[in-house]
Antibody
Framework: EVQLVQSGGGLVQPGGSLRLSCATS????????MTWVRQAPGKGLEWVSA????????YYADSVKGRFTISRDNSKKTVYLQMNSLRADDTAKYYC?????????????WGQGTLVTVSS | QSVLTQPPSVSGTPGQRVTIPCSGSSSNIGSYFVFWYQHLPGTAPKLLNYHDFERPSGVPDRFSGSKSGTSASLAISGLRSEDEADYYC???????????FGGGTKLTVL
């Protein structure tokens, strides 16, 4: 059974940092890209970042480029999202998703989500 | 404003058929596969349709996707109360070099 279990998140002040984790099981982790998607309160889904299976390639939405860093540890089957210089508009529920194919929007399994609140 | 356009809400009665449209452009829907996700509040989004109209195993055939040109739609037949959720279309976008989502459509079963 494929499982994605998220951790991290919480309340942070503007300008602060936070790291999200997404521990996976049930599939060949290194064989798949992984993606982070977020949903701000009352808004729709927004793609944030993605990383290739080997970790060599990374992609970012313009809204987070230069502030967020995606990484993965294939030995731990875990993907991370390091979020720096956080702003109020980063407040959202963040989801990790197993990515079946990258040049698509093909996310076949998702984590349960973790809430990030940026506020003073 | 989302790159893909969906109506904010649709509604129907049990047993009815409803359709959720999704409008895009040549840089996304017109060139790439469309995916549909069901999202119940407090839960993880669920893949409903991929590659325009394919269904993952376990998804009932009541959920059927289609595409024509730069528009797509998700039809839900035999509406049930448990279908109440938010539905999102998504596709790759060449201009943004990333996946894009519609704004989401809230389905209410009356």
């Amino acid at each position: 059974e494929v499982q994605l279990v998220q951790s991290g998140g919480g309340l942070v002040q503007p300008g602060g940092s936070l790291r999200l984790s997404c521990a996976t099981s049930g599939f060949s982790f290194s064989g798949y890209a992984m993606t982070w998607v977020r949903q701000a309160p009352g808004k729709g889904l927004e793609w944030v970042s993605a990383i290739g299976g080997s970790g060599a390639t990374t992609y970012y939405a313009d809204s987070v480029k230069g502030r967020f860093t995606i990484s993965r540890d294939n030995s731990k089957k875990t993907v991370y999202l390091q979020m720096n210089s956080l702003r109020a508009d980063d407040t959202a529920k963040y989801y990790c998703a197993k990515t079946r194919s990258w040049v698509a929007a093909d996310f076949d399994y998702w984590g349960q989500g973790t809430l990030v609140t940026v506020s003073s | 404003q989302s790159v893909l356009t969906q109506p904010p809400s649709v509604s129907g009665t049990p047993g009815q058929r409803v359709t959720i449209p999704c409008s895009g452009s040549s840089s996304n829907i017109g060139s790439y596969f469309v995916f549909w996700y069901q999202h119940l509040p407090g839960t993880a989004p669920k893949l409903l349709n991929y590659h325009d109209f394919e269904r993952p195993s376990g998804v009932p055939d009541r959920f059927s996707g289609s595409k024509s040109g730069t528009s797509a739609s998700l039809a839900i037949s035999g509406l049930r109360s448990e279908d109440e959720a938010d539905y999102y279309c998504a596709a790759w976008d060449d201009s943004l070099s990333g996946p894009v989502f519609g704004g989401g459509t809230k389905l209410t079963v009356l």
